[in-house]
């Protein structure tokens, strides 16, 4: 027999099975919205990648590609200008030498026209003689060497008849 206490308390455990399922339906719902939604976010992200693999991808390697070209020719570029300008460099470095050698040569010149200039008569007659007799020497030089070939051939000369004669007495004495 079946109280009507056990069929309220069978309707109410019913009721609270009927809960605690409508609870759990309502959790796996919002469960599968959940999952729902990561996957729309996965297949979102998914779309981009296979949208990147097949399209972006190209692209960028293509503008990889382009951007080695145009360091490769801004390398090209760049040493041509270093070039250029080392050349330009050394023809500036020996023109300054050129320059700088002429301005040597010329305030050389200067200096020695200007301390000529403020040189009293007496220095100048004394510079004027010593370069007389410089030149008188190199001519006393090349006489006194000129006379050292006389000698030394007139010497060769008295030799050679020194010999003649003492082989003609020689020759006198053996017969």
Known sequence: ?????????????????????????????????????RLLAKQKERDYWLEYKNVERKVQAIRVINLGKDIKEVKDDFNRAKEHY???LEAVQEE????????MELSKEQALENAVRYLDKKICREIEE????KEEVKL????????KASVQLLEE???CL????VDSRLQNLRA
């Not at 009507?4 to 919205?33: A, G, P």
């Not at 020194?162 to 004669?165: A, D, P």
């Open 1 to 37: 027999v079946v109280t009507r206490d056990d069929v309220e308390e069978s309707l109410k455990t019913k009721c609270q099975y009927i809960k605690d399922k409508e609870l759990l339906l309502k959790d796996l719902h919002s469960q599968i919205e959940e999952t729902e939604q």
């Open 96 to 103: 300054n030498d050129r320059v700088l050698e002429q301005h």
């Open 162 to 165: 020194v010999t003649k004669l």
């Open 140 to 147: 006393y030089q090349k006489e006194v060497s000129d006379l």
């Open 130 to 133: 010593n370069a007389w007799l």
């Open 157 to 159: 000369e008295n030799i």
């Open 86 to 88: 080392r050349k330009a």
